[in-house]
Nanobody, 124 residues
Framework: DVQLVESGGGSVQAGGSMRLSCAAS????????LGWFRQAPGKEREGVAT????????AYTDSVKGRSTVSQDKEKAMVYLQMNSLKPDDTAMYYC??????????????????WGQGTQVTVS
């Protein structure tokens, strides 16, 4: 099992930047997929970015591509989501999620087995 704790959310003006952090604990030694998801009120949860910890392969949903970067610090067992040029549409609760070790990344939240509690991002 792995435990995930997000931090770094808050309020920011449109055009600003924010870096979200996800601290992992537990079985962090195995290569796995970590994803950032978000859910706005009244909307379904959607995948934002993924990273496979074994090779640092990354992927982004179209709405954040070019203005967001997902990265990791293996020694600290941390995953980050840097978001720039933020828009009001980016307002949502952001979640860090992990799949079981050794399986590929997907965009489907149902495929992820471990979730953090979320951190709120509000863009005005």
């Amino acid at each position: 099992d792995v435990q995930l704790v997000e931090s770094g959310g808050g309020s920011v003006q449109a055009g600003g930047s924010m870096r979200l952090s996800c601290a992992a604990s537990g079985n962090t030694g195995s290569s796995r997929c970590l994803g950032w998801f978000r859910q706005a009120p009244g909307k379904e949860r959607e995948g934002v970015a993924t990273i496979y910890t074994g090779g640092s392969q990354t992927a982004y949903t179209d709405s954040v591509k070019g203005r967001s970067t997902v990265s990791q610090d293996k020694e600290k067992a941390m995953v980050y989501l840097q978001m720039n040029s933020l828009k009001p549409d980016d307002t949502a609760m952001y979640y860090c999620a992990a799949r079981k070790p050794g399986v590929y990344c997907t965009w489907a939240s149902k495929d992820y087995d471990y979730w953090g509690q979320g951190t709120q991002v509000t863009v005005s």
